[in-house]
């Protein structure tokens, strides 16, 4: 199961949302259809645009993978809906 909790959120302009954390379970990709989760209740669909992995000092990847911290910048969601302690997963709710 591909999963992060989400430990830091921020916007830059003109792109949307950007999510960080460690993740746990993975790999996470560009494309890769996700559930943002609040407890165990879904809050929205997402789409990751892009993965940058702070443990690569900023080269693009491809993916991050388990135990890799990541930035994801994804699509399908407000910043005003994301928090800290959240989780995006591949587990569709239900």
Do not use: K, Y
């Not at 003109?14 to 746990?24: A, S």
């Not at 407890?39 to 702070?54: L, N, R, W």
């Not at 994804?74 to 989780?87: F, R, Y």
């Amino acid at each position: 199961m591909t999963w992060m909790r989400i430990e830091d959120v921020f916007t830059i302009d003109g792109r949307g949302p950007v999510i960080t954390g460690r993740v746990q379970g993975g790999p996470i990709r560009p494309g890769d259809q996700l559930w943002l989760m609040s407890d165990s209740d879904p809050v929205a669909a997402i789409t990751v645009v892009h993965v940058g992995g702070f443990c690569l000092r900023g080269t693009q990847a491809d993916a991050a993978g388990p135990g890799d911290n990541a930035g994801l910048l994804i699509a399908g969601v407000e910043a005003s809906q994301i928090h800290i302690g959240q989780v995006v997963t591949d587990a569709v709710p239900g």
